[in-house]
């Protein structure tokens, strides 16, 4: 993380800093740039953002990716200015700050599995008093585990902050953590190299977005066509994963992406989007007015909006606008 980024996450700046970019098909590539703030690491679950943004690349965008510690701090550098995009679910930050950043695009939605060492927890009740892992504060893992324990009457001791569905798995298969939460692949993982050492607790009634898209409001406007390149791409990669999870693989290779991943993890890229599609964690039209509604009943429930969800206005926290314009050229399914 870069100095500037380190002064930002401990002082929690919030100025505005908008950039004009010309863009359109063809852009060249000094004119069309897009800085994004992400608060994970580049993995196995975000492969279907990193194809989208190659071609995205392909159009003539320039597109610098950061991978940030925490979700919060990936919002602030949006908010602060030293990033144009976001990828979160930035609702607390919109509501509470007032933040002039607005989501505009759905990548996916909450599809992750808490899982325990039954050598210490074997159901949710036996949580209470205990410490559990989740990926960032504000990120969707967190208002999970908070909705959970709403449900089930606990409290945890403690809720600690491991960036990284496959570090935590990781950190589960060798004891540093007892309870946490992953995603398809890494869950597989868990299971398959600890046996009958772990289990998946339920986790029913959870269906919200995870990774959306969000930009200040000055930077939507002025860049509009730089952003409407971004989101055909990421339609039309999101719409090609849902007709063939299969095509991943090969467009992994053919961008050359996450070349370091380990044989193990790599080996799990095929079933982890064959899962999430039947899953129906992608939306074929990134999101929209239902989606966000549902939205606001989960991060309700877990506690980060504020207010009857039914008062919501939907304005407020998304601009359809960018996306609408690209489904008009591109088609709804």
Do not use: C
Request: net charge negative; glycine share 8%; aromatic share 8%.
């Amino acid at each position: 993380m870069t100095a500037p980024l380190r002064r930002l996450a401990s002082l929690g700046a919030a100025l505005v800093l908008a950039f004009g970019i010309a863009a359109a098909n063809g852009v060249s590539a000094a004119e069309g740039k897009i800085r994004i703030a992400l608060g994970d690491i580049e993995s196995v679950e975000l492969l279907h953002f990193l194809i989208a943004l190659e071609r995205a690349r392909e159009k003539g965008i320039d597109i610098e990716v950061s991978s940030l510690k925490e979700e919060d701090i990936a919002a602030q550098a949006v908010v602060s200015g030293e990033a144009d995009v976001g990828v979160g679910t930035p609702y607390a930050l919109v509501q509470k700050v007032k933040a002039p950043i607005r989501m505009f695009f759905q990548m996916s939605a909450l599809r992750f599995y808490p899982v325990v060492n039954t050598e210490f927890y074997k159901e949710w009740k036996d949580l209470d008093g205990q410490e559990i892992a989740v990926h960032s504060r504000g990120s969707g893992t967190e208002a999970i585990v908070k909705l959970m324990a709403q449900r089930h009457g606990i409290e945890f001791s403690n809720i600690s902050y491991v960036p990284g569905s496959e570090v935590r798995a990781g950190a589960m298969l060798q004891g540093t953590i007892k309870a946490t939460i992953v995603d398809a692949a890494n869950r597989r993982l868990i299971m398959e190299k600890g046996g009958e050492k772990f289990a998946v607790l339920p986790m029913e009634g959870v269906d919200a977005s995870d990774e959306v898209l969000y930009a200040n409001t000055e930077f939507l406007a002025a860049n509009a066509e730089a952003v409407d390149v971004l989101i055909e791409a990421l339609l039309t990669t999101l719409r090609e994963i849902n007709a063939n999870p299969a095509a991943v693989v090969d467009l992994r290779e053919k961008y050359n992406l996450l070349p370091e991943l380990p044989a193990d993890l790599e080996a799990e890229i095929g079933p982890y989007y064959e899962e999430a599609v039947a899953a129906k964690a992608f939306s074929l039209n990134g999101g929209g007015e239902e989606a966000v509604k549902t939205d606001f009943e989960f991060y309700g429930l877990a506690g980060q909006l504020e207010g009857d969800p039914a008062s919501l206005k939907v304005e407020d926290f998304w601009d359809f606008g960018p996306l609408n314009k690209a489904l008009d050229r591109v088609g709804r399914v």
